[in-house]
Structure formats: C-alpha cells, structure tokens
C-alpha cells in the first residue's frame, strides 16, 4: 500500500501480428526492479483509447508461455476498442525470475498488475482516465489486491471465477494439496497461522475491502469446481458490507473456463465498462 505505482513505458520487442481491427505486440515493462513480459494489443485508429490490464489465473510458470491464459478477452476487449496490457506477472515466460516463496503471496503478481496499469497511462494513444482491470481465476485475487492497495489507479475492474479473498483458504484448497513444500516453507519463513494470525489476515483483501473506490463487476460459474461459488458469495457479501460498489452474476450450467455463456459474459463485461469508463461532459471538452 505504501508502495507507489512505478511501471514506466512498455517497451515493445516484437510485433506478433495484425488483424482488421488491432495489433499485437510482445512487450516488457518494469515493476520494482523487475523486467516483467507481457502482450499488448492496440486497436487501429489514433486514440485516445480506454485501456484495461489483464490478470491471467494460474499457469505453472515453468509451462507458461507469454500472453497465455486470457486470449479470447484479449481479441473481444481489442476488437472493442480498448488497449490490453496482458500482464505475464514476474517468474514468468521472459521476465525476471523470482522464488517459489515469493509466488506464494501473490503479492508480487499485485504490484506487476499495479504497474502495468501506471505503464500504460506512458502510451500516448491511451487515455489515461479511462483504466480498468479484468483479472479470472487467480487473477481476480490479484486484482482485488489491487484495488485495495491502490484506490483509484483504475475506473472499474472485473472479475471471473476468482480464488478467495482470504489468502489461508487459497492456501489450503490449491496450494497445500499440490505444493506442499511451500507451505512448509511459508511456515518456517513467517511462522503458522496460529502463531501470526494478523500476518495472514493482512495478506486477505478483504481486510482492506473498504479501500476500494471502483465498482466491480463478478462473474462465477454456478458449477465451478475449482473456485467454489460459495467463495465468491462471501466476497460478495463482504464487499457490500463495506460499501463497495459490486455486483455478482452467476452463470447456470458454467464451470471454471466459461463455454457455452463465454460471450454472453462478455457482452456484459462490456456494457459495464462502458458505463463505467464513459467521458464525462469536462473530458469531452478537452482538447486532444
């Protein structure tokens, strides 16, 4: 939270490929004292255009490739108009490398969101009152982190399927189960949960969820078996008791990836951002 946003201008490295209506580049971007990789995608025209950071879920980082994870959103937000910085997060396809202990938290994956969001208000094509955030599985806790530790650094964010908002249920559901060497090494770094229990409701955004400023908008698959819905109800629940601005849409018949309503959920996604990223009357009176 102390930590201002620090992303600095993309830098492209390569143009991958160009379509009727965008272009798409593989990227570098700086967050701390990082390199970290990612996509980005420009609509053709001038601009200025809304921008969004996109948060992929889990991928074994020593599988992932760059720009994986989030395709169709990628093209759907590009075709709308939007410039998409696809965050690859530290540790990850080209970027610097980084401990398994220090993937754990998350909280690195959250200043690399943070940044790419301040990296691309650096575009000269990308109107930098008009950011938002879209973030699935994973990515929703990392975007919810996010917004809690950031107000104001975007206009709106939306989430799909997203892991829970209390970091030990994460920890007991995904990570204990197929990691659970971190977990040890979690323990004897920082102590138990019993032993500090602030430190590990610190590292839940929920905690903080009276700090976010921007509304939200949440997509669940009612039958999602790898974040369950139950999950996103408390969150849901506990948002609202904090004020924010949030609304949750399950999905019948829908598990974790989103098939048959994938596009349905995405024309919804872009009508709220649309809303919630609209001009106002001053904007439209300034020059460009």
């Not at 909280?107 to 790419?116: I, W």
């Not at 590990?200 to 908008?217: G, K, M």
């Not at 008791?241 to 399950?250: H, N, T």
């Amino acid at each position: 939270m102390r930590q201002a946003p620090d992303g600095g201008k993309p830098r492209i490295l390569r143009e991958e490929y160009a379509t009727d209506a965008y272009t798409r580049y593989d990227v570098e971007y700086r967050s701390d004292d990082l390199t970290v990789s990612g996509v980005l995608v420009r609509p053709k025209g001038k601009g200025p255009f809304p921008a969004i950071v996109l948060n992929h879920g889990y991928i074994e980082p020593s599988i992932y490739v760059t720009g994986q994870g989030l395709a169709r959103e990628q093209d759907a937000l590009a075709r709308a108009g939007y410039v998409v910085l696809h965050t690859d997060y530290r540790g990850h396809a080209s970027g610097d490398p980084v401990p398994q202990l220090d993937r754990e938290t998350r909280l690195g994956y959250s200043r690399d969101a943070v940044n790419a969001a301040d990296a691309l208000k650096e575009l000269p094509y990308v109107d930098q009152t008009r950011l938002a955030m879209l973030g699935r599985s994973m990515g929703g806790g990392v975007t919810m982190n996010a917004l809690v530790t950031q107000p104001g650094l975007v206009r709106a964010a939306v989430i799909y399927d997203s892991v829970s908002s209390r970091f030990l249920d994460n920890l007991d559901h995904f990570t204990r189960p197929s990691r659970p060497e971190s977990v040890t090494a979690l323990f004897d770094r920082f102590g138990t949960p019993q032993e500090r229990p602030r430190f590990y409701r610190e590292l839940a955004p929920r905690t903080y969820f009276d700090r976010i400023t921007e509304p939200v908008l949440v997509h669940h698959g009612e039958l999602d078996g790898t974040c369950p819905p139950a999950w996103a109800r408390t969150t849901q629940r506990l948002m609202q008791d904090a004020g924010v601005d949030s609304r949750l849409r399950f999905w019948a018949g829908e598990d974790h990836a989103f098939y048959a309503k994938w596009q349905a959920a995405m024309d919804e996604t872009l009508t709220f951002l649309r809303k919630r990223l609209a001009r106002t009357r001053n904007q439209n009176a300034q020059p460009r």
